[in-house]
């Protein structure tokens, strides 16, 4: 690997299995294509079954594989860059947002979304539920949450729930003076709504982004956005839109 | 759960058991408490080894509990808010730096790397290696790449190598106007070398930092920092040091 004189420490059969599996991967496959089954690949690289097994799981925690139900395992395609908000800072759903909203419920939100809005116990707030698309792929799926003493102004003719609702919930946000934003990103696991969203299984590894909004000298909006971790590249900054592939393997080996 | 008006999906049986784990964590459990072995919890919520492996399996990748070998399952703190980067954009080693220089060596860069560098083919540039440490904890690890064009005036006598030798390079660094950066974070599986300085096991899920930092009208750095996915909350802007815990499920539940 490139760093050589930096890599002291001892690597595992899998690792290195690992390692000569992403070498083949770039030099014999295709974006798309199916791998051998498991045997013939173990028996290729003279190893134990369970050995190629973890090496296969690294490479799909990479995003390098994907293992797919009735399909088998193929070679990822590179990952997706998703820019995530924008430093300046704007409401969600306001021009330019990537976001659809799918549906508006009034719910209790978890405690510590609670704690974030200063909501009172068993107080309940508006959720709305929105996805994102990138390259015509369910990348992301958003809980909103936005503290109903917020968005007063609500009319009567306001849809009581739907897409309509949601739309009706961030427009009454767009009136408030939004003071800045904070952002946290963190690993988690696909929740079974999320799951299904996203077109994964419950329990993925999922890229999870927790957006604070602040408006009033408060917090009045909390974003939970959950991306897909095997196809997403969260980008920050000028790096919006750049497509270049690097996986960790590929990035520091 | 909290949105139950908006989660029509169905939950399979390991799901719904993580949820009644995760309660019973937070009401039965403290902080760095051992869970009982496998088989009582297996018995106590009457379920088959398998389903609560997998439950577990939740709970660690969301950061709740922490499986230590020779310890067992134990509750996991909170994860900790790690403040990444600065939205101004300040050069790696600058003041307020977080990082600690260990080692500079000249390596070819991955080629993901050299092409962010635009580095010829064979073209070593010096790989600095810094480690992060917040809380007394190691949370990251990282390899900085920085263009050996672009750090011409390293004097003869600074040292060939270690920790002295990284300080000079990043000192030539800060000569150069910085004109910006970007930055992505992806999903990855620590590799040895960062495992070994992470305190985990070769393969543990990292989330992967790239930053880009731009001079000349150019690339000049690249810096790889791989972070600890299970401690650690990446933060960005006015979040920094916010020690809230909210792991998805607490946040989206």
């Given amino acids: 690997m490139g760093t050589t004189q930096l890599e002291a420490a001892p690597e595992p059969k899998y690792w290195h299995l690992k390692t000569v599996l992403s070498e083949a991967l770039d030099s014999e496959f295709a974006v798309g294509e199916i791998l051998p089954n498991e045997r013939d690949l173990a028996a290729r690289f003279g190893v134990a079954r369970a050995t190629l097994r973890q090496a296969l799981e690294q490479l799909e925690l990479e995003g390098r594989l994907q293992r797919r139900r ?35 419920a009034p719910a209790q939100p978890p405690a510590e979304v609670a704690r974030m809005l200063a909501a009172k116990p068993d107080e309940q707030v508006h959720v709305v539920r929105r996805t994102r698309v990138s390259h015509g792929q369910p990348v992301a799926a958003e809980l909103l949450y936005v503290a109903t003493s917020s968005v007063t102004e609500l009319s009567a003719i306001d849809a009581p729930s739907g897409a309509s609702r949601a739309r009706g919930v961030l427009r009454e946000l767009h009136r408030l003076g939004l003071e800045g934003q904070d952002r946290a990103v963190e690993l988690g696991s696909a929740r079974a709504d999320d799951a299904k969203a996203l077109d994964r299984l419950p329990g993925a590894p999922v890229l999870v982004v927790t957006t604070r909004f602040f408006a009033e000298g408060r917090t009045v909006a909390v974003s939970v956005a959950t991306y897909r971790a095997d196809t997403c590249r969260l980008t920050f900054g000028d790096a919006v839109g750049v497509e270049i592939h690097h996986g960790p393997e590929r990035q520091a080996s």
Same sequence: chains 1, 2.
């Fill in 70 to 104: 009735g399909v088998g395992t193929t070679v990822a395609p590179p990952r997706m860059g998703v820019a995530v908000g924008s430093e300046h800072g704007t409401w969600p759903g306001e021009v330019g947002d990537a976001w659809q909203p799918v549906d508006c």
